[in-house]
Structures are given as structure tokens and as C-alpha cells.
């Protein structure tokens, strides 16, 4: 028979060391959770997108203010928007940040929009605006050339875009792009080229080397598109050889943006040509 002592002695020999078995499995196992909830979360975080669908028949964002998308800390989305064939639709430009200023590719929709933008890259990054891109002569690409013009800040593009943009109104761009395809910007690149007839005639892409991210513009779809969108300029049999050619020259883009909606990464030119090859199209 045991007696009290004995009781005593034994629970401090034997339960004493399973409880802190205990409480160290219990801590983790709290730890594990913590982390899994942790890694949950991230896995789950809704993408940096914009709430407003490219293709969405909602009303224009009040006052049309421009959405902002980090895609590196160099490297910047601004998205406008406009409308087109009574619909509303967001478009895609870029902020390419370096230690000598900034560059943008593709002014935004509207010209209150790019009084945004001018705004926005003074305020919010300090930076003075070396120069502007424009890919090809469409308003969503540079309806706001004016305003850069007004202050005297150059803008490039090929000498197709240039004579396109004067015949209807965009402005004057100096077509430069047709020689001049790569920019030194000190610690950033910029590379344009023209891979041929797609989208409109003359579009061109924009590659930035030290981020390996690929602005597509128009001849690039997003993933979530179901058709080509506007056509009226389109080369449809020409298009998916254009988008092909960009492909081969840029196999190491890490990041693709497209003209309208979300970026992503070498699937969206695949997707382009799966639509351009459906007999859909």
C-alpha cells in the first residue's frame, strides 16, 4: 500500500516530466498553426489588382482618378480609364523609376488623368519626368501628349506612330524609336521594339532588362480576355507571328503587362495567340 508520500514523490517522478511533454507539444503546436495560418494568408491575399474589371459597364471612377499597381519598387502601373463602344474599360501604362528621374510609357486615358499623373510622380516618388514612350496611335495611349508637351517634356515614338498621331490629333511625338531603340536612364534600361503588324500597325513593346518585366501594351490580352477587343486595325493573320516574335526575343520576362486588365507573366502572349488562332476570333 502507498502512502501519501510515496504518492507524492512518484507524481513529481513521473507526471511533472509528461507535463512539460505536454505543454511543449501544446506550444508546437501552437506555433505550427500560427505559422500555417500565417502562410494561409499570404497564399490567399487577393492579388494587387484594381476593383474595377477591364471590361466593366460600371460608371467611371469619381473624379477619373488613376489606380496605382507596385510591380517592383522601380517599376509602377498607372491605370486609367475610358470608355469604348459604351462600355468602360481600364487601360494600362507604366512608371519606370530611376536614380535620374522617371519615364513614362503611355500616358493615361484623359487629359485630367494625366494632370493626375504629373501629380502623382511629383508627390509620390519625387521625381522629375526625363521622357514619355508611346506604343502605338490610339487614345489610350496618348490622349494626354499635350500636356507633356505644354511643359516640354519629349516624347518618343516610331515615325509611323508620329505621322498616325498628327493625322488625328494626338499631338507631335519625335519618331526617334525607329533608330533609337534602347535608353540608359543611369541605374535602369529601356529597350523598345517592334515585332510587326498586330494590334494596330504600329504597335511596339517595351523591355525593362534590370526588372525583366515586358510592357506588352495592346498586343498583348490579359488572361481573363475572351476576345481581341478592338480589331478595327488589327493584322488578324499577321498578330499571333508579331506576338510569336516577342516571345522568342524575351523568353526571360518574369512579368508581362498587357494593354488592358491584369498583368501576369509569358502565358498572357500564349493566351493572345490561342485567341488569334481560334476560329472564334
Not at 76 to 102: C, D, E, M, Q
Not at 124 to 141: C, G, M, N, P
Not at 168 to 187: C, E, S, V
Request: net charge neutral; glycine share 6%.
Amino acid at each position: 500500500m502507498l502512502d501519501s508520500d510515496s504518492i507524492q514523490n512518484r507524481f513529481h517522478r513521473f507526471s511533472l516530466p509528461s507535463i512539460v511533454r505536454l505543454q511543449v507539444l501544446i506550444f508546437s503546436f501552437a506555433i505550427g498553426f500560427s505559422f500555417f495560418h500565417c502562410q494561409l494568408e499570404k497564399i490567399s491575399e487577393p492579388p494587387s489588382v484594381i476593383s474595377l474589371p477591364p471590361e466593366s459597364n460600371q460608371p467611371l471612377p469619381s473624379s477619373e482618378r488613376l489606380e496605382w499597381q507596385k510591380i517592383k519598387e522601380t517599376v509602377w502601373i498607372h491605370r486609367s480609364f475610358g470608355t469604348f463602344g459604351g462600355k468602360v474599360y481600364s487601360a494600362n501604362g507604366l512608371v519606370v523609376l530611376s536614380n535620374k528621374g522617371a519615364v513614362v510609357i503611355d500616358t493615361p486615358w484623359t487629359e485630367s488623368q494625366t494632370e493626375e499623373l504629373f501629380s502623382a510622380i511629383q508627390t509620390k516618388f519625387q521625381k522629375e519626368i526625363l521622357f514619355l514612350i508611346v506604343t502605338h496611335a490610339h487614345d489610350d495611349r496618348m490622349a494626354g501628349v499635350p500636356l507633356f508637351q505644354k511643359r516640354n517634356i519629349p516624347v518618343y515614338s516610331t515615325s509611323l506612330t508620329a505621322k498616325l498621331a498628327k493625322e488625328r490629333g494626338f499631338g507631335k511625338t519625335n519618331p526617334i524609336l525607329d533608330i533609337q531603340t534602347r535608353f540608359a536612364m543611369g541605374n535602369e534600361s529601356i529597350e523598345v521594339f517592334f515585332p510587326g503588324h498586330g494590334h494596330s500597325a504600329d504597335n511596339i513593346v517595351v523591355w525593362l532588362a534590370q526588372t525583366h518585366i515586358l510592357f506588352g501594351s495592346c498586343l498583348v490580352k490579359a488572361l481573363d480576355a475572351e476576345n481581341l477587343g478592338n480589331v478595327k486595325e488589327a493584322d488578324l493573320n499577321e498578330w499571333p507571328n508579331s506576338v510569336k516574335r516577342v516571345l522568342s526575343r524575351y523568353p526571360d520576362a518574369e512579368v508581362v503587362v498587357p494593354g488592358h486588365g491584369d498583368w501576369g507573366k509569358l502565358d498572357l502572349l500564349r493566351h493572345t495567340i490561342r485567341l488569334l488562332v481560334s476560329p472564334n476570333h
